[in-house]
């Protein structure tokens, strides 16, 4: 299995990562390789049947929700910039 | 007498004598990491005061006639994807640069409630993915036994602290091998405990489903006992559950009574070295008393081509957070919009090795491809989980290589990611199948260390260390010195 550059043009956008052309014609060679070698999970263990299907658990087994802790002021005392008790995120306008 | 080279329970009995403070064996690993702390690069921050400090008020306990146990006193290294309450954490990558821990992980709270003094935090490969630590956005450390050589990775920090006694014992992670690898490599000895023993509050995830933290040292014992203050249920980790405990007297058990499955090693790129060392100590094993099995895990081979499908998911998802804006990066890109601003600051905040397995986890998750790769990699996982059960009615621990070489050189592997992600062929299938396994040293080859390593059933800890304590009393690779110590 191949991936082409544009292929990993792709993937880079749906990642949110931005490319140089170098790297992505390094990451299709090495990339390929990689999905060539997992791509033996179809050839092993062929007619292998396994429950894949989760265990479902009953609502009064699981625990309740409860708030044990909470580190509200550590994380204000974090922030580089609050608006009352409000964090400012960095901006992201030109 | 060096106190460095001095195990835990020579230290408490030497405390109890009043032979040595704790500020003082403190003071000796500091001064260790000032000498050759710039040769290993085992550390990326060192905690000089906050650590004497800790070490005085032990003293002061200890003068009002508190009797050392557990890990008082003793000097503890923890690898940098561990969260410690106003210090720096890292996870070994640029995005994490700014970010100051608001909260202590469970793991680095349970081991300073048993006393630990805590040196540091230890170099790790970007996010806990790769072989070598040469993936640390910050800088490389070296292999204490050849500073040629990497140390493993990616708890290559806390091996090599070890190793250089620049720690007495130190915390890892270990998602496919992260603990074992590098202390094979480093000549200690390295657990990663069974998924749900240790709590992952406090660990930066890199896959949700395999992360797992546990301990280094230089003898069992000295694993033990960071083990034993590690493991229990933790109300901030759903997975952690309550699970037989059991004590000190696993170490003496001996390996009369006990079957050895011994692993094949017939993989291509094999050491002939350590298969050699692999024989000699199943023969002394068989010596001492142990029925030896050979045992063939045909499903398991398939490990590690399902461990980078069902990680490079994982990663791609629990990575997603890092946008630069709501968590990590710079804070600084101004493009206009939030989506150009996030990509800008994820491209500069992650690595190579980062943004391979975010790419790989976004293909095998895409649609058309999730049930080829993921799909596929998870049932073959229950596969595999299945075949080591079927194993353990036979014998009672398996026994192989921990890495199919010594450390290999810095560089040697870099730019190949596939050979990289081979020298962990032996640790991931541990981690596949949801069961314990340690390294121990067991010999050398090429003037390296080699590790064996002992696997055992879910939550049979026990058996593993009771192995381990027994092979390690018949060798004579306990607490060994690396020269650069």
Redesign the interface.
């Known amino acids: 299995m191949q991936l082409t550059p544009e292929e990993v043009e792709k993937l880079a956008k749906l990642a949110r990562l931005e490319l140089t052309p170098g790297v992505r014609e390094q990451f299709a060679d090495q990339l390929s390789k990689i999905v060539e070698y997992v791509d033996q999970v179809q050839e092993v263990g062929k007619g292998l049947t396994v429950q894949t299907e989760r265990r479902t658990v009953a609502a009064a087994d699981l625990a309740k929700d409860a708030v044990l802790e909470t580190a509200t002021e550590p994380l204000l005392d974090l922030a580089a910039k609050l608006e009352g008790r409000s964090i400012v995120a960095p901006g992201v306008k030109a | 007498m060096d106190p460095r080279r001095l195990t835990i329970p020579e230290l408490h009995a030497a405390y109890t004598a009043g032979d040595l403070s704790v500020e003082a064996v403190t003071g000796a690993y500091l001064d260790a990491i000032d000498r050759h702390g710039a040769t290993v690069g085992a550390y990326l921050e060192v905690f000089g005061s906050q650590a004497i400090q800790q070490a005085e008020a032990l003293d002061a306990r200890l003068r009002d006639g508190e009797k050392p146990s557990g890990l008082f006193g003793v000097p503890t290294a923890v690898k940098d994807n561990l969260c410690l309450?106003g210090t720096r954490t890292t996870a070994g990558s640029k995005m994490l640069e700014r970010y100051?821990a608001?909260?202590t992980a469970t793991s680095v709270q349970r081991v300073m409630d048993a006393g630990a003094v805590v040196l540091g935090k230890t170099n790790l490969d970007e996010f806990a993915m790769g072989s070598s630590t040469e993936n640390s956005a910050y800088q490389k450390t070296t292999n204490p036994w050849d500073a040629a050589r990497v140390p493993g990775g990616s708890s290559g920090g806390s091996a090599a602290a070890v190793a250089a006694s620049q720690a007495l014992v130190a915390l890892g992670s270990d998602t496919g091998g992260s603990i074992r690898q590098p202390a094979s490599f480093c000549g200690t000895v390295g657990l990663k405990p069974t998924y749900g023993r240790v709590s992952r509050h406090g660990l930066i995830a890199l896959s949700s489903s395999l992360d797992q933290v546990g301990p280094f040292a230089r003898t069992v014992a000295d694993a033990f006992s960071l083990y034993t203050a590690l493991v229990g249920v933790d109300?901030?980790d759903?997975t952690t559950v309550q699970a037989p405990a059991f004590d000190t007297s696993v170490l003496s058990k001996g390996l009369r009574g006990l079957t050895i499955g011994v692993l094949d090693t017939d993989i291509a790129g094999m050491d002939e070295e350590v298969v050699a060392r692999i024989t000699e100590a199943t023969d002394c094993m068989q010596k001492a008393g142990a029925t030896i099995k050979k045992i063939s895990l045909p499903?398991s081979?398939?490990s590690?081509?399902?461990y980078?499908?069902i990680v490079s998911s994982e990663v791609?998802s629990n990575l997603?957070r890092y946008?630069?804006?709501?968590y990590g990066?710079t804070?600084?890109?101004?493009?206009?919009?939030?989506?150009?601003?996030?990509?800008?600051e994820?491209?500069q905040g992650?690595g190579?090795e980062a943004?391979?397995r975010?790419?790989?986890g976004?293909?095998?998750l895409?649609a058309g491809y999730a049930d080829?790769?993921y799909?596929?990699?998870?049932?073959?996982q229950?596969?595999i989980a299945?075949e080591f059960v079927q194993a353990f009615k036979d014998v009672d621990v398996l026994f192989g290589p921990t890495s199919p070489s010594v450390a290999f050189r810095l560089g040697e592997k870099f730019d190949d990611?596939?050979t990289m992600?081979l020298s962990d062929i032996f640790t991931v299938p541990a981690n596949i199948a949801n069961v314990p396994a340690l390294s121990q040293p067991i010999g050398f080859a090429k003037k390296m260390p080699v590790g064996g390593q002992f696997i055992g059933p879910s939550f049979r800890e026990d058996l593993v260390f009771q192995a381990a304590a027994a092979l390690e009393r018949e060798l004579t690779y306990a607490n060994l010195a690396a020269p650069l110590a």
């Open positions: 309450t100051i608001p909260y109300p901030f759903a499903l081979r398939a590690l081509a399902v980078y499908l791609s997603g946008d630069g804006v709501r990066g804070g600084q890109a101004r493009t206009g919009n939030y989506w150009q601003t996030s990509m800008v994820r491209s992650f190579d943004q391979r975010i790419l790989l976004t293909y095998t895409s080829r790769y799909k596929r990699a998870l049932e073959l229950r596969g299945a990611p596939l992600y």
